[in-house]
Nanobody, 126 residues
Framework: QVQLVESGGGLVQAGGSLRLSCAASGRVFISYTMGWFRQAPGKEREFVAA????????YYADSVKGRFTIARDNAKNTVYLQMNSLKSEDTAVYYC???????????????????WGQGTQVTVSS
């Protein structure tokens, strides 16, 4: 079994920064895709960013490109989401998700991730 634990959410003013962390424990395999998704009140869950360990590939939603950066610490099995220039529309619960299949092709599709964290609230005040 795999556990994902997010941390780092909070309240920040528009233009500020936050860093989210997602620590994976349990049966963590070397080949993984870890993604961040978010869900705002009354809206559907949406893809934010993902990191694919094979090839060290990164993926971003258009709405966060240039502002958010996903990075990982392999030794700690932890993925980070550095969020800069935050906007009020970034307010949401942010979820970490993981899939450990080498051939995983559902990077942008939350339904295809196997494991999820409990979520962390990010609130950006304008």
């Amino acid at each position: 079994q795999v556990q994902l634990v997010e941390s780092g959410g909070g309240l920040v003013q528009a233009g500020g920064s936050l860093r989210l962390s997602c620590a994976a424990s349990g049966r963590v395999f070397i080949s993984y895709t870890m993604g961040w998704f978010r869900q705002a009140p009354g809206k559907e869950r949406e893809f934010v960013a993902a990191f694919k360990r094979i090839g060290s590939l990164t993926y971003y939603a258009d709405s966060v490109k240039g502002r958010f950066t996903i990075a990982r610490d392999n030794a700690k099995n932890t993925v980070y989401l550095q969020m800069n220039s935050l906007k009020s529309e970034d307010t949401a619960v942010y979820y970490c998700a993981a899939n450990f299949s080498p051939g995983f092709s559902g990077t942008y599709d939350g339904e295809r991730y196997e494991y999820w964290g409990q979520g962390t609230q990010v609130t950006v005040s304008s």
